[in-house]
C-alpha cells in the first residue's frame, strides 16, 4: 500500500485500526505480488506504449496492438487482432475462468489525442521518467489502462489465479473521436469476444489533497454528446445597406438565446448519491447546497452559485447548450447569405433529444433558424448501478488502499466508449490513477501539454485494478 500522507504517528494508528475493522482479509491477500518489481514492470510497459505514437488522426493502433500481442504471447497468453482498417486493430485477449460467473471486461484505449510539440516542454512521445513522473501523451488517457489491463493478464497467468469468470482485455482502437473502427466495430461484429456481466474502463480515480486521497471517483454514467449547428439564411447585399434578414445578426440573437437559456434541472441515480456522498466531507455551506439542489426555495440560488463557482457541478444537473464555433462572413463590406454557430449540446443520458432540440427552437423562435444536428456517434445508455457486485468490490478495495476517502458516483461530462459498452446492458465503470487537485488544475491532465501521471500513483492503479478483479472474479 502506498501512503503519501504526512506519516504521523496517530495517522498511522488511525489507518492500521480501520484496515483492521474494514478490511479482515481478502481474496487478493492469497496472491503475493511484489509489486517493487510488478511496479517498474507495469512503469516499462507504459514508456514503451508512450513511444508509440497513436495520435489520432491517423491512429495507427495496429502497433500498439503488436506490442501488446507480443508482450502476451512471450508468457503464453493468446490474443487476437480485429481490425476493420489493418492499420487501426483492436486487441482481444481472454484468460478463462470456470464459467460459473460472467466475464469481466477490462478496456482501455490504445490511440491518443494529437498534439501541440513546440508547447511541451518534454518529447511527448519519449516516455520520459523525471522526479516521480512519467511524461508523454496518452501517459492518463488512456496508456495508464491500457497498461492496467496488460499487467492484470500477465499477473492472472502467472499465479495462476483460479478464476469464476473469464478476464477479458480489450485495447480498443479509434476512442478519440472515431469509434467505428474501435468500440462500435466491436460491439457491431464481435460482441461475442467482448460480452461481459460488467466493465472496467477510464475516467475515475482518486483525488488527493495535502498528500491524502480524500475522494475515489468511479464514473458511472456519462452525457450524450448530440451537438446542432444553427444555420441562419437571408439575403446577401452591400454592407452599406441595412437589410431585416441579416444572416450574422440573425444568428447573434439566435445564439445568444441558446446561450442564456437555462435548461431543466434534474438527478440522477448517479448523481444524487454524488451530491449526498460529497455533502458528507464538506463544508457546512457546500453541504447545504449539495442536499439542496432540489429544494425549490433554494434551488435557483444554488445553481447560480454552481455556474459562477463549479461550472462541473452546474453541467451534470442539466443538458447544456455551450455555443463553441461561429461562422459567419467573408468581406468586410459585404452582408453574407448565411451564418452557422456550432451548439456543443450535452444532454443528460435520458434526454429526449428529439424533443429537445424542439424546445430549443421554440427557445429560439425565429423560422429563418434552422437547428442542424450533428450525426451521433454514440448510443444513448443508462447510467450504471452502484448496487451490484462490481461496484461493492470497487468500493471495498478503495476502502482498503484508500481508507480516508469516500468513494463517489460521477457522471462525466464528456464522452467515453463505455457509452456503447452501456448501451449493450453492460454496466461499466471509470477509474484511473489519483491526481491531486492541484495536478487536476493544472495543464497537466489528459488531452493537455505536458500530460502526466506520478509513478507512484500509476503503479498504485495497476494494484488497484488487480485487487478489484482478484475480488470479483476469484475463486473463493
Ligand atoms: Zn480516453
Known sequence: MHFTA???????????????????????????????????????????LIKINTSNPPGNETQAANYLKAVLAAEGIDSKLYALDAERANLVARIKGNGSKRPILIMG???????QTEQWNEEPFGGLRKDGWVYGRGSLDDKDNVT????????????????????????????????DVGINFMVEHHWDAIAAEYCLAEGGGGVSEDGRVNVFSVQTTEKMIRRATLVARGTAGHGSVPRVDNAVALLARAVAKADAWQTDMRLNDTTRAYFERLATVSSPDDAFR??????????????QHFLENYPYHYSILRTSVVP??????????VIP????????????????????????????DDQRIEIVPERIYRPAAPPSGIDNAMFESLERVANRMYPEAIVLPTMSTGGTDMAQVRAKGVPAYGIGPTRSVAERNSGNGAHGDNERVAEDAFVDFVRFVWMTVIDIAAAK
Open 6 to 48: 504526512k506519516a504521523t504517528p496517530m495517522r498511522i494508528l488511525a489507518i492500521v485500526l480501520t484496515l483492521l475493522i474494514l478490511a479482515p482479509a481478502m481474496a487478493q491477500d492469497r496472491y503475493l505480488i511484489d509489486w517493487d518489481a510488478a511496479g517498474e514492470e507495469s512503469l516499462q510497459h507504459l514508456v514503451e
Open 290 to 303: 449539495y442536499l439542496n439542489v432540489e429544494n425549490p426555495d433554494e434551488t435557483q440560488s444554488i445553481q
Open 324 to 333: 463553441t464555433v461561429i461562422e459567419a462572413g467573408f468581406r468586410k463590406n
Open 337 to 364: 447569405s448565411e451564418a452557422s454557430a456550432m451548439l456543443d449540446i450535452r444532454m443528460l443520458p435520458d434526454e429526449d433529444v428529439g424533443g429537445f432540440y424542439e424546445q430549443l427552437a421554440e427557445v429560439i
Open 148 to 179: 492496467a489491463g496488460l499487467m492484470l493478464m500477465l499477473l492472472l497467468e502467472r499465479n495462476d489465479v483460479e478464476l469464476d469468470r473469464d478476464i477479458i482485455f480489450l485495447a480498443e482502437a479509434g476512442e478519440e473521436g472515431t469509434p
Open 109 to 115: 484505449h490504445t490511440d491518443v489525442v494529437g498534439v
